[in-house]
């Protein structure tokens, strides 16, 4: 069965950064391990209890695509076996399908986004303004329905508990440079043409999805952290889409429409979630680990 694993403890390592999901120790200089632990955010919320099995799958699939999209642009991971960096007496097998031995690089403060479809905060935007991230969008377009063509729509990288906002091409510029955000927006779209036509070979559209980059001492610019997960992306299953709702997913939809019917804020702590929730969005995350990976975790 999947482990379970909530939040990580390896004594003698350096814990630089427990994120919303994972959680990163230094190695040394040059080298980072990353642990997707079984935590689950929703609204940038980290929720009270686990999803069994999530960081497993998360691992997993983002592995897949590093993989798959190495000769579009370098990613993050190394090639180091688990075991010779975890901490002596440390359950392996609690972590060898959740961890990687990672570069140690530095992160881009934006988050890249790539769009296909219009859902979501685009959705919310586009209706409010007509545009969305300062790109003006055809006139008359429906919840879901499919852009034109991809678009990079960055956002803020928020911390923990915040929320992320979206912004401007050119608020991008500001931060980063022209080069690099060039950089950033052209390997976003890359990424995201190549694996949605891949996707789409398995009847899964991408609607969206959301990367994280890194750039090393020379400059050169990483994928890194996750890739096309469900926790980063949107997974429809092409043959329940259609234009007008929000289609059926292959991600943590099930909590965010049990998390709308609860009286909550949107702010920590967030209510405990009921083991059916949990079972159904579990099922969900193996579901697009097997279509999109073919990988099955015991």
Not at 52 to 62: A, F, N, R, V, Y
Not at 123 to 131: E, F, H, M, P, V
Not at 155 to 171: C, L, Q
Not at 264 to 284: C, H, L, Q, S, Y
Request: glycine residues 8%; hydrophobic residues 40%; contains cysteine.
């Amino acid at each position: 069965m999947p482990t379970t694993l909530l939040q990580s403890n390896l004594p003698g390592l350096e814990l630089i950064h427990r994120g919303k999901v994972r959680d990163v120790y230094a190695l040394d200089d040059d080298r980072l391990l990353m642990v997707a632990t079984d935590r689950l955010s929703a609204f940038d919320v980290v929720l009270p209890n686990p999803i069994p099995g999530k960081g497993e799958m998360l691992t997993q699939i983002s592995n897949f695509w590093f993989g798959k999209t190495a000769h579009l642009i370098p990613n993050h991971l190394l090639d180091v076996p688990l075991a010779h960096v975890l901490p002596p007496g440390t359950d392996l097998a609690l972590y060898e399908k959740r961890a990687v031995v990672a570069r140690r690089l530095k992160p881009v403060p934006v988050e890249a986004i790539a769009r296909g479809y219009l859902i979501g905060s685009g959705w919310k935007d586009y209706r409010a303004t007509g545009s969305l991230c300062g790109i003006a969008l055809p006139a008359g377009l429906q919840q879901a329905q499919q852009l034109p063509a991809p678009i990079f729509t960055p956002s803020t990288k928020a911390a923990v508990g915040d929320h992320d906002e979206n912004v401007s091409y050119d608020a991008v510029v500001a931060t980063i440079g022209s080069d690099l955000a060039g950089q950033v927006r052209d390997a976003t779209l890359a990424i995201y043409r190549w694996a949605a036509a891949y996707a789409a070979e398995r009847g899964i559209i991408i609607a969206d999805t959301k990367f994280e980059f890194g750039t090393d001492v020379s400059g050169t610019l990483y994928v890194m952290d996750e890739m096309l997960t469900p926790d980063s992306s949107r997974f429809w299953p092409a043959d329940e889409y259609r234009t007008g709702i929000s289609p059926p997913s292959y991600d943590k939809q099930f909590v965010r429409d049990w998390l709308e019917t609860q009286d909550w804020n949107k702010t920590a702590p967030g209510p405990v979630i009921p083991d059916e929730v949990i079972a159904r969005t579990a099922a969900k995350y193996a579901e697009a680990l097997q279509r999109l990976a073919g990988i099955r975790l015991s």
